[in-house]
């Protein structure tokens, strides 16, 4: 998995002349996913696959400190369960993955599919699991004081999607979906609001990606759901991502499982539910709100290395001393709780580590040299800075670099890294709020897609069709209907429909998404 | 999921009566697990979870001190890339789920397996994945300078299994698999080797399950092996448990994907592979280690709550002043590193949580009354203490409790659970200890089964054959070809097979198994 020694931007088309390919190659060159050999499913190399492993972390404590256990439920779902419900088996009719035989068998010395093995019912691979988990809590609840039931899956599905892309949109993912039991729809939407909240902290404090928090129209809503809630991002293109989402789901599931529990006043009543979820396509959202030309940008709390250090030297001399203070530093960095890489790698150039791990998003790279030996300092390099202004490249990769004093380096690692993290928020706030617009007529819309397009905040009443209509004229859906808190001062207040002139009581984002 | 309010051993078979139906109960009693709608397939519960992460992590930690590195690979595997490996397809034919539609369809409003969406090629669940993986290393391994290739999954495996049994065998289950890529036959060797090892030092030192350390004989061999390594712990019923295997494969993966790399020298050559894994088997290893008929005992290390206090009160004057001083207790021990669970439920009298907590394992309960708060003291109540001879239940039970000024218990937990968690290896040694015997003669070989068995260390030369015979005379098999320093002292040296009278180099463990 070594790459050739490839020099800076190497095999990375740059974002203004192909955001698609662009987005490719930073995967390719980072080293974090590929195609596989099976039709639109991933392999996550283990770079991505560490990325992957540090969001877990994340969301699995938060998920904790919210009360929730993980548990495991079968990949499998028979045909009959699924169907349960019938706009759930509707909505996810088209893309499953359906399991009719169960052994193979040599004929004429080649291997094919038994016919004799063939099941019963078919089995569905999950899409998602709201069926075969109601099935399960019919037998888990009785009465209100088994509830709340409060569980997360860490699992993999399968939805047999036809346009694949690593990461945003492949036939199998990995993902989280929790699922929770509820006596009362106040204490079920409160928990579907609790984890939009979860996601979206997440999503701020540890992606470093604003989103904004709102519900889907009708049309939008998860298969089952009476109500879903979502956070959108916006990447560097403009375009919007759905990062996560957060379902009511009422009594639809509980109905169609029979699943009724004993309430305080002893009577009879179906349960509540909830599921939510967010899955490997974060990575993706990762990769296009933060990356650049040169590659990937990780925000430091999603790093699986925080700091590369490159040892220079000319001969064998000059090597044993810059290892043995880069060996040093490694260690004092390590005893502060970071990851560091000491890449002693032989018969790779400076040069040519520089790159790669520039490529893979390490937030800090140190240079030890004869000449910081010497001198007693540290040569530190930024991954980036926030631009300024009419500055040229040469100008910005100066401010990247710094030469510090040893102890002080050490020291101001740590904090560096923060001011890393708070600065790729910053940007991507600065990116959202350039390409947002308060929008009130559909000239102003058109001509804004026209220029590239970002969040339009507009007023809307339209009907599900006219909404298919603004997606076949602009490319646009509504991405969300923000919650109170969520709409800037500029564009609160009620207002007239952009496209039917009826009047409406709150602005909706408009957009274009993957 | 609340359990009623069971007494002492409520549901659960003396294992002296039926060990069979005395393993589910405790797996029922403990809310571990269920079977689930879908044949064969588990439900894990949220406290059989808890100890499959904390096995995930003490694992992963080790995979990772030893250089390995995660990812993830498809679900999928292409029916034609299984059948590349002769014997490994041969070896899994028969237990494939296997997936050959990818749509649904509404038929006079039934919902229907699409018959014109089906596959060109069908698709196999993994059962094991060398051999997607070896056709995605093909596109990572050019060079000596890419090995070795260090590799972990995570995932779930299917394997159509006509008879399940929870944890044991099911036909989902839960795994890591290590597929690792050397270049020269001696590193990958040394890999199987190292693998075993850090098996077996989680097997003894985090599950307290004492393992033997062997070689597989060519007839259990994995599917496409050169060589199969295994631990083999002893389940308190004297049956043998396959706990974890270490695979040296050879040059066969990389031959039948064709990945080759060029060597320091300068020639191609095809690429040396290992795979190693384990399962969510191994929590039915620790049930049937440590468990008794009160329910599940786990050693500390994998407990996913070290301390329950039960508060006890009268009246509401004590209640504040006794849950007061609980928390004050859970703070500390929380402080301390522990997790600890206060039991402030109500409605459950004391006596019920006290055997709820028994029979999910947890090591230490701290019972907290009025009574206590006078004297300063906490009342401590072991899960186990180490069996006397000849002492009664009763005394027995004495023995588990404590009385402890308070300052004292609390420094004292601890220093507890490390006793508790030595002890259990102890215990379990030395039940295999009192159930193996150096076995000379095919008579008292007989006799030692019909007497309940356990490990039989014997001298063998047989055939594969003769090994089926003993197979089907005693139900027994051969475990596996001890490693040499895993030989007792009085089973040392050559010998003559027990079957055959053949000279034998040295003796194998054999014994009924799971």
Redesign the interface.
């Given at each position: 998995?070594?790459q050739p020694n490839l020099t800076k931007n190497d095999g990375i088309t740059p974002r203004s002349q192909d955001y698609s390919q662009w987005y490719l190659d930073v995967i390719k060159r980072a080293d974090l996913a590929?195609h596989?050999?099976?039709r639109g499913?991933?392999?996550?190399?283990?770079h991505g696959?560490?990325i992957?492993?540090k969001m877990q972390r994340e969301l699995d404590d938060r998920f904790k400190a919210t009360g929730h256990?993980?548990?495991?439920?079968?990949?499998?779902?028979?045909?009959s369960?699924?169907?349960r419900e019938e706009k759930h088996?509707?909505g996810f009719?088209?893309?499953?993955?359906?399991?009719?035989?169960?052994?193979?068998?040599?004929i004429d010395g080649k291997?094919?599919?038994d016919p004799e093995s063939k099941l019963e019912e078919?089995?569905?691979?999950r899409p998602t699991s709201e069926t075969?988990i109601w099935?399960?809590y019919k037998?888990?609840?009785q009465?209100y004081?088994?509830l709340p039931?409060l569980?997360n899956q860490w699992?993999?599905v399968?939805r047999?999607e036809m346009r694949t892309r690593l990461f945003l949109r492949t036939a199998?993912f990995?993902w989280q979906e929790g699922h929770t039991a509820h006596a009362t729809e106040k204490e079920a939407l409160e928990e579907t609001y609790r984890m939009l909240d979860v996601y979206a902290d997440f999503a701020e404090n540890i992606m470093a990606v604003p989103v904004i928090r709102g519900k889907k129209t009708p049309g939008e809503r998860f298969a089952g759901a009476l109500e879903t809630l979502c956070i959108e991002g916006m990447m560097q293109d403009g375009k919007a991502l759905q990062m996560g989402t957060s379902h009511y789901l009422g009594q639809n599931f509980a109905k169609s499982s029979d699943v009724t529990f004993l309430n305080a006043a002893g009577q009879r009543e179906y349960v509540y539910a909830t599921s939510w979820g967010v899955s490997t396509r974060l990575v993706g959202a990762l990769i296009m709100t933060h990356s650049d030309d040169t590659g990937l940008i990780l925000p430091p709390k999603l790093a699986p290395i925080h700091v590369v250090i490159v040892p220079i030297f000319k001969n064998d001399a000059e090597k044993i001393k810059v290892l043995e203070e880069a060996g040093k530093v490694a260690g004092e960095l390590k005893a502060q709780g970071l990851v560091v890489k000491l890449d002693d790698r032989e018969?790779i150039m400076p040069g040519a580590k520089y790159y790669e791990w520039e490529a893979k998003g390490v937030p800090v790279r140190i240079e030890i040299g004869p000449k910081d030996l010497e001198k007693g300092s540290l040569c530190l390099v930024r991954r980036f800075v926030l631009e300024k202004e009419g500055e040229t490249e040469q100008e910005q990769r100066k401010r990247k670099k710094t030469f510090v004093p040893c102890a002080e380096a050490l020291a101001g690692i740590k904090p560096l890294l923060d001011t890393m993290q708070r600065e790729l928020l910053e940007r991507a706030h600065l990116l959202r709020t350039k390409r947002s617009r308060v929008i009130n007529s559909l000239a102003e819309f058109e001509q804004f897609f026209k220029d590239g397009g970002g969040f339009a905040w507009v007023h809307w009443a339209g009907t599900h069709e006219q909404e298919e209509e603004m997606a076949k004229r602009f490319e646009t859906t509504i991405r969300c209907i923000p919650l109170p808190d969520q709409i800037p001062a500029d564009a609160h207040g009620t207002g007239s429909c952009i496209l039917t002139g009826q009047p409406s009581a709150q602005r909706v984002v408009m957009a274009r998404a993957y």
């Open positions: 998995m070594t590929e596989s050999a099976v499913c991933m392999v996550i190399k283990p696959y560490a992957w492993e256990v993980n548990a495991y439920f079968p990949l499998f779902i028979p045909l369960y699924l169907t088996a509707a009719a088209k893309e499953c993955a359906v399991v009719t035989h169960h052994r193979l068998k040599s291997v094919v599919v078919p089995l569905v691979i075969i099935d399960t037998g888990w609840i009465s004081r088994d039931l569980i699992a993999n399968v047999w199998e990995l018969g």
